[in-house]
């Protein structure tokens, strides 16, 4: 009769032993794998630490690359209430003085009434134009009406077509009745609307719609500039002034409004505040990844990699090289009251980068953002070797996960090799263990039958 149970024969825990023995022989590998796998999961955490912290900075560049970000201008007005101002870099500093006349329109006609705006109009068709296309060519749309279009039929399907010149319908209903009005999506007298009705049957559309009420008449926007006469098509008058916008809110002949353009140093000031602080913040998230506390003996998941020391290195170097200012002139970026501290990281020199801002502008928007060549783009180009796809940091990140590959596949291995190791022990003790059972088994029997020999004398 077979065993039915490890150790029944011996008396040995044959399932402990076996355990025992193989975790003496397999945990401390296990252990080393764990260590290694925290070890590149760490890495590739820092990895992603790092790629983060250069791409935020990066970002900074883009503005510093944008020559207006230095060429801004700003426009107050003395009075809000008759109009606002806005300027763009073209703008000429000075003072401008404006009267708002009379403002721009948009045209609105409407329908004649009818008796019941649930009841059908007629069948035929309506051709609505407004305004003109950039080469001069009339805007406008033919509508199919059925002969089950009721008023607000006619209005839903002006406003949801797709060849809508320009026109938004609404149903008003006056003392003598319901009408349909057509108001210019655009004011002044270049988008004036006009109605063709045409009848399929009956008279209905053109009883409707064929001489329409002018409402409210197209009109633009007048005003004076410096005393010049200025017509708009729009409220919003663009040109008049070079690079100003003017968004026309009320109309007063006896009232003037000064708009003044200036130089916008903010703009600027922002940009390379921003830049700095940037910087400052790479810098600390570096020194996290890299650094040792000597009294913890704890050190950073990239202390002593030469990958962030090269980072900063190469943005150090280009960062303290000089910089075509135009004119043949030369210049560096401390010059501008931005410099390294002892730490390694910029400070501003408030002093001088005002007066940077105040009167050398032009110097400071050609070191930082001349095309190819300016302080933001090297850096730029300088970064993009580690961030880009395919980049430094990517090809370290790819070899880190084919490091965890290779720990995985050797964790599969050490698996079979301990289902291997176990079995062939379970094995082996299994055969002592019915050995030991069977010699048991012999032993008691010749015990017994020496028990039974005749004149044995069975001692107490």
């Known amino acids: ?34 260590k290694r796998e925290a070890t590149v999961q760490t890495e590739i955490s820092a990895i992603g630490t790092l790629k983060s912290a250069m791409s935020e900075f990066q970002d900074k560049l883009e503005k510093l690359q944008d020559l207006e970000t230095f060429d801004k201008r700003k426009a107050s007005t003395n009075l809000s209430d008759y109009l606002s101002a806005s300027a763009s870099s073209t703008a000429t500093p000075g003072t401008y003085n404006v009267v708002v006349k009379s403002l721009a329109e948009s045209h609105k006609v409407g329908s004649a009434t009818v008796s019941d705006p649930d009841a059908p109009i007629g069948e035929g068709s309506l051709t609505i134009t407004a305004g003109v296309d950039d080469d001069g060519n009339p805007l406008s749309m033919t509508l199919a009406v059925e002969a089950d279009d009721t008023l607000a039929d006619i209005a839903a399907k002006i406003n949801s077509s797709e060849d809508n010149p320009g026109v ?32 399929t049957t009956g008279t209905g559309l053109t009883d409707t719609f064929g001489a329409m009420e002018e409402l409210v008449a197209a009109a633009n926007a007048t005003l004076t ?42 703009g600027a000031k922002g940009a390379v505040e921003e830049f700095v602080e940037a910087y400052n913040k790479l810098q600390e998230s570096i020194g996290a990844l890299t650094a040792y506390d000597p009294e913890t003996e704890a050190a950073g998941p990239l202390q002593g990699d030469s990958l962030p020391r090269s980072i900063t290195s190469q943005m150090r170097n280009v960062m303290s090289s000089s910089f075509d200012l135009g004119n043949g002139e030369k210049g560096a970026l401390s010059q501008f009251g931005v410099s390294f501290d002892r730490y390694g990281k910029l400070e501003i020199d408030d002093d001088k980068f005002k007066e940077a801002l105040e009167n050398d502008m032009s110097s400071l928007a050609q070191l930082f953002a001349a095309e190819d060549t300016g302080l933001a783009y090297r850096l730029d180009s300088t970064i993009d070797v580690y961030t880009q796809t395919g980049g430094l940091l990517s090809s370290r990140d790819d070899t880190l996960k084919s490091q965890l590959d290779r ?54």
């Open 168 to 199: 938004t319908a609404t149903i008003i209903t006056g003392d003598n009745g319901p009408r349909l009005v057509m108001s210019s999506d655009k004011t002044g007298t270049d988008n004036q609307i006009s109605v063709t009705a045409t009848d």
């Open 407 to 460: 720990i995985e596949s050797d964790r599969e291995q050490l698996g079979r090799q301990m289902a291997a190791y176990e079995a062939r022990l379970f094995k082996q003790f299994n055969a002592m263990d019915a050995v030991v059972y069977q010699l048991n088994s012999q032993a008691a029997m010749l015990t017994d039958r020496l028990s039974s020999l005749p004149g044995l004398v069975k001692t107490k």
């Open 1 to 34: 009769m077979g065993l039915t149970a490890a150790g029944i024969g011996s008396g040995l825990d044959i399932n402990g032993i076996v355990s025992a023995l193989v975790d003496a022989s397999f945990v401390p590998r296990q252990v080393t794998l764990d």
């Open 225 to 266: 500039i410096d005393g010049l006469d200025v017509t708009s098509q729009s409220n919003e008058v663009k040109g008049a002034i070079q690079g100003v916008t003017l968004n026309l809110k009320d109309a007063d002949l006896s009232k003037t409004t000064k708009v003044t353009v200036t130089k916008d140093a903010s």
